[in-house]
């Protein structure tokens, strides 16, 4: 299997710029996850999904973030508009059902910098 | 909510000595699992151990071992025989009812030849 595939690994924009990270989890796999790792605040649930149903976005930073599962292959974060804060790495988690079947595998996460 | 405290940030061992890293939590929930998840400098996050709360034994893997104390809500990880591919940030994790897994702020382990 591939793993959890995200892109881009790094992507530099200026303030005020449209961000779109994209995840594919692995096949099978019922649960994604959206992480954001800083210095500051270490890992942040942003969001996850069950079945391409979003559960608790309680995470969220605040209207400028959303996400999307359109299907069960395919995730987006996307962040409008974007804020030099914003910088951190994002990383996608996927998993299978609950307990120790519901193990997170994650990505190698993309790096975001925004200017 | 839970928690999870990672109160050591950096830590340094020699090649081939063993370490203890510590974590705590604070829950409410009687049915959990925790993690021990590395991550190298590549920033891929590997999970090196689990354990099931409801299990008394203390989970294993190869050189990695922990010491989990429930009452106490202490889950330490032990590495024996360090070796420089050791070196890594490594987080706590829990993860209860809703699936959610909580991480730690990390400990940055450092072996050095």
């Known amino acids: 299997d591939a793993g959890v595939i995200q892109s881009p690994r790094h992507e530099v924009t200026e303030m005020g710029q449209e961000v779109t990270l994209r995840c594919k989890p692995i096949?099978?796999?019922?649960?994604l996850f959206w992480y954001r790792q800083t210095m500051m605040r270490g890992l942040e649930l942003l969001i996850y999904?069950?079945?391409?149903?979003?559960?608790?976005d309680s995470g969220m930073p605040e209207d400028r973030f959303s996400a999307k599962m359109p299907n069960a292959s395919f995730s987006t974060l996307k962040i409008q508009p974007s804020e030099p804060r914003d910088s951190a790495v994002y990383f996608c988690?996927?998993?299978f059902g609950q307990g120790f079947r519901g193990e997170l595998f994650f990505g190698e996460g993309s790096r975001l910098t925004v200017l | 909510a839970q928690t999870v405290t990672q109160s050591q940030p950096e830590m340094s061992v020699q090649e081939a000595e063993t370490v203890t890293l510590s974590c705590t939590y604070d829950?409410?929930?009687?049915?959990?699992?925790l993690f021990w998840y590395k991550q190298p400098p590549s920033r891929q996050m590997i999970l090196v151990i689990r354990?099931?709360?409801?299990?008394?034994q203390n989970a294993t893997e190869n050189r990695f071992s922990v010491n989990f104390q429930k009452a106490a809500k202490s889950f330490s990880l032990k590495i024996s025989d360090s070796q420089l591919g050791d070196t890594a940030m490594y987080f706590c994790?829990?993860?209860?009812?809703?699936?959610?897994?909580?991480f730690g702020a990390g400990t940055i382990l450092r072996v050095k030849s």
């Open positions: 988690a996927s998993s």
């Open positions: 096949s099978g796999h019922d649960y």
């Open positions: 999904f069950n079945n391409n149903v979003p559960i608790d």
């Open positions: 829950t409410s929930e009687n049915n959990y699992y």
């Open positions: 354990q099931e709360a409801y299990k008394q």
């Open positions: 994790a829990f993860k209860g009812y809703g699936n959610k897994l909580v």
